[in-house]
């Protein structure tokens, strides 16, 4: 294996783990640090390290008036997911929580890939839709309480958002800077979580030397080194290898509930995560036949 691809794996196998790690950062921070207030520290924090960024390199391009729509929609949809991953990462198993959201970000993913950019669904897509639906109605027939569900559907919406995210971040990403890309982001998501803490009253827990607030900038840290690690790798492989190995973020999410939190998840919901991160992959996997003089080479 050449020194590139040695690279590439290494980079989205550590971005997929730390992503792993968000159920346990929100555990250890909790509802009580306040559902907006949580997300207005850790994006106050890495809009202020990218700010500092963008001042020493100076690499900031003009914005065109067109493109500050698709920055507030992306921001908006970001948003949401993130509120609601917090507050579904401590009423559900962090598995659980994980497979649910990737079946969101699926559904999501195809139909607006469909109607923005005119991505066709083929056989294979529809295929992998469907088995991650499957996958999705087992996991949850193994909740049959109201209240269970209904953070169920939460998980859900949060891979909805998390799809209107990616989807609409490809209309400006490849027009500015990332660096710059991230800024706006994390300035919009800065302002419209401080209005919803203030506006809801959440609580307000001013900076200290606390395990909470030490929490809180392991968090900023970690979302800012994946997502170096996901630039980096999908510079050093294709895309669709690259996808498959971000896959494995809701494998490390298991792991990590079960070290952390001995979570132990059911047959059914093993079953169902499996068709899930299955069903994810399958667009990805190269299904070319080789044919050497008329016949298929099954060697």
Do not use: H
Not at 68 to 92: C, H, P, R
Not at 185 to 204: G, P
Not at 211 to 232: D, K
């Amino acid at each position: 294996m050449d020194k590139n691809k040695i690279i590439g794996i290494s980079s989205l196998t550590s971005a997929a783990m730390l992503f792993g790690l968000y159920g346990i950062f929100s555990r250890l921070l909790g509802l009580g640090f306040g559902i907006f207030y949580q997300v207005f520290s850790r994006s106050l924090i890495i809009f202020l390290i990218l700010a500092i960024y963008l001042l020493v390199k100076r690499n900031w391009k003009r914005i065109d008036a067109k493109d500050y729509k698709w920055f507030l929609i992306m921001s908006l949809s970001g948003l949401a997911a993130a509120i609601s991953f917090f507050v579904t990462a401590n009423k559900l198993t962090i598995a659980t929580n994980l497979f649910v959201f990737y079946t969101g970000s699926v559904i999501a993913g195809y139909f607006l890939g469909s109607f923005f950019f005119k991505e066709k669904l083929n056989a294979i897509k529809i295929i992998s839709l469907l088995t991650c639906l499957i996958g999705l109605f087992m996991i949850f027939s193994c909740f049959p309480e109201k209240k269970e569900l209904f953070y169920l559907f939460l998980a859900l919406a949060s891979g909805l958002g998390s799809a209107v995210w990616n989807v609409f971040s490809k209309k400006v990403s490849t027009k500015y800077p990332l660096m710059q890309v991230s800024f706006i982001d994390n300035l919009n998501f800065t302002v419209f979580s401080l209005a919803l803490t203030i506006f809801f009253k959440d609580s307000f827990i001013l900076p200290n030397f606390s395990l909470p607030w030490l929490n809180v900038f392991l968090f900023a840290f970690s979302t800012m080194i994946a997502s170096l690690f996901v630039f980096n790798g999908f510079r050093y492989l294709e895309a669709q290898i690259g996808s498959l190995l971000m896959l494995s973020e809701p494998v490390f999410g298991v792991i990590f509930g079960w070290l952390f939190y001995k979570e132990v998840l059911t047959i059914y919901s093993l079953v169902g995560g499996a068709m899930i991160l299955f069903g994810a992959a399958l667009p990805n996997l190269n299904f070319k036949k080789k044919t050497q003089l008329g016949s298929t080479n099954l060697c």
